[in-house]
């Protein structure tokens, strides 16, 4: 088994877990740092090892325009690419094609839309996307799936989940009959082997599958009921966090993890605030990614723990570094942090690399920010054990 | 002594020594990289420990208006503000003045000019300026400076003379009858003591002297005269790699370097290109800052070794990482370089970074850069050494 769990919380759904890949096991539930066009704004990847880091999510979209899956493919693969030994979990590209692009049609054979970076046409389908992912060497990979945005009304979202139904059935076939030995033959100067190999007799890499459906409950349940029957690897849940309210986001995850088997890890996508991601594993979520840490790392919005141990309530708040407030404040941005940053510079300086627009500074909030989020998850975890 | 010549090479005017400071021991000729605001871009003082770096340069002027000498000074001096243990030069603040900022008058009293901060007045006379460098911690202090450009009529180059004299000799007597215990006086929040406090019983920072002159001869020689009376700790030469012609800066350095003393560490301002820092040592020059290494990084011009050991004719070139030429080249940027980018990472991968714009490319490009800078000093020591 991929995926073993180790133990369910008494109170709620949560539960702990190790989760195998190629590059090496995740203990869940676990957040992932996100290194949208492999790498991770200023921060070197010995630095998110340092982090205690261990598993980064990089997008497929962005690495599809620019450099080219292929040529990451040419050079060794995403890992050998960025320098990153750890496990790396790629999403679609659905998700940015639907946000990011200007889409031309969707059609039940994939998406035709116009590069962000020279204009040209770029076609996206669900086979395309999991050789994508192959190139770079994924170690989970994501179907592609059909995203709406919300609000979305009943025939929309009904269409969504069809398809993205039979694209998850497409992703499948072409993930299983799509060897890495002919991938191989494809690319004789691959001298490095894909962890995917067959006949190096080491594991495929994960595929998950994602469950749509808007906020209806008829579509979340049937598009559970048949993405699960398509035996993946592990489930996302897509098109949540994208702008509903709160009550409605979590209404949904109550009725919808029981329909999704309790031996596969889930994956509430783009989640989100802390308090959110407390929220969501008690409901059953294992596994998070979110822009939050590093984006507000980069506009100087620090998280610093309020609590010492709970995660209850109101944990932690926001510190803005900027503010006149820490011009001559010596203290580290958290006194019970751990990181880089917080073991070696004050606010003030801080303070100061901000102000003088010093990538160092963004660098170093980056860090901190990312420990803030990986430490929660510990906290998560160790709330579980001794429950 | 706190300048000890340890070996003269046979067949130029190079030596190479050791330099005392309140913060270790510097072997000459060294290279100082510059933080100029206090940090290298994007880098780590712990990086520039790793890179080898043995002193940095800070500017009095952009510290002295952002975030203040004062506040440096109450967060116990730049060194534990930045978090860096080596030694620090800083410069006068005079060149900024003069090439910054908006002059309202020059006065022998000091110059009246504009932050370009916020536009108001400021003041910068030779005490002041002693005075914001021991606030800053200085390790190596330099007096205020009239700097004027190239080309320059002789009037205005003798004026700027007469002026640099007599500021040399106000600078000195602040220096001399400004005792930390006064200053810590003032500052009773100062917990840190400062390395030039007389009751802790440390060596005073050092004061450098600057020699002026343009490129008359005459001027250089009296400049010197005057200069070397009033006995530095070393000897700046100013007012050089101003845009003149580089034969006429060897033509002044000729001349001018017999009238400093044997003894004292002579520094070369503001120069330069790899080729250029050779010819300067073998004129008898042991101490050079350049913007080039960190500039140029950022503009992704990196320098490659084209010979393994020799520094002579042309031993190295500029790679420009943003050539398409690199976009799948699997080398690092140079064979022969023992730093973390060339440990670690792919021109390709470097191309990439510099593409997307991730500031971790810069600063991978300025560790690179200036690992080739402090290399090259070693390897002129090295050649000193077995000369």
Redesign the interface.
């Known amino acids: 088994m991929q995926f073993k769990i180790l133990k369910k919380d008494r109170q709620s759904k949560a539960r702990i877990g190790l989760l195998k890949t190629t590059h090496g096991e995740i203990r869940t539930p676990f957040f992932m740092p996100i290194a949208t066009?492999?790498?991770?704004?200023?921060?070197?990847?010995?630095e998110l090892k340092d982090l205690e880091a261990q598993i980064i999510l990089a997008n497929t979209y962005h690495l599809y325009l620019?450099?080219g899956h292929k040529?990451i493919e040419?050079?060794?693969g995403l890992h050998k690419?960025?320098?990153w030994s750890g496990p790396v979990l790629t999403d679609s590209g659905g998700f940015q094609v639907f946000s990011l692009a200007k889409i031309n049609k969707v059609l039940d054979q994939g998406v035709d839309f116009q590069c962000d970076i020279d204009g040209g046409h770029c076609f996206l389908s669900p086979e395309k996307s999991i050789e994508i992912q192959m190139s770079l060497g994924s170690d989970i990979m994501m179907v592609l799936d059909d995203v709406v945005p919300y609000p979305c009304d009943h025939r929309r979202a009904k269409e969504a989940v069809e398809r993205t139904t039979n694209w998850a059935q497409r992703s499948k076939d072409y993930w299983a009959h799509h060897p890495a030995s002919s991938l191989r033959k494809e690319s004789p100067h691959l001298r490095w082997v894909p962890p995917y190999s067959h006949s190096a007799g080491r594991a495929r890499p994960m595929l998950f599958g994602i469950v749509q459906g808007s906020t209806y409950k008829d579509l979340r349940l049937k598009s559970a009921k048949d993405i699960v029957k398509l035996n993946f690897d592990g489930y996302a849940i897509g098109g949540l966090a994208v702008g509903e309210p709160k009550e409605e986001m979590w209404e949904v995850l109550d009725y919808l993890i029981p329909e999704l088997p309790e031996d596969r890890p889930r994956y509430l996508m783009g989640l989100g605030k802390p308090e959110d991601i407390v929220e969501a594993v008690k409901r059953g979520i294992d596994m998070f990614d979110c822009v939050i840490p590093t984006r507000n790392a980069r506009h100087g919005a620090l998280f610093v723990w309020t609590k010492s141990n709970a995660i209850r309530g109101k944990f932690y708040h926001i510190l803005k570094i900027k503010n006149q407030e820490f011009?001559?404040d010596?203290e580290s941005i958290d006194k019970t942090c751990d990181c880089?940053t917080c073991q070696?510079?004050?606010r003030?300086?801080l303070r100061?690399?901000f102000?003088?627009e010093?990538?160092?500074g963004?660098?170093?909030a980056t860090i901190h920010n990312l420990r803030f989020y990986l430490r929660l998850m510990e906290k998560i975890r160790k709330e579980i054990e001794k429950s």
């Open positions: 066009k492999g790498s991770i704004k200023g921060v070197a990847p010995g620019r450099p040529l040419k050079l060794g690419f960025m320098n011009a001559e010596k880089y070696n510079f004050s003030a300086y100061h690399l102000m003088t010093d990538p160092l963004q660098r170093l």
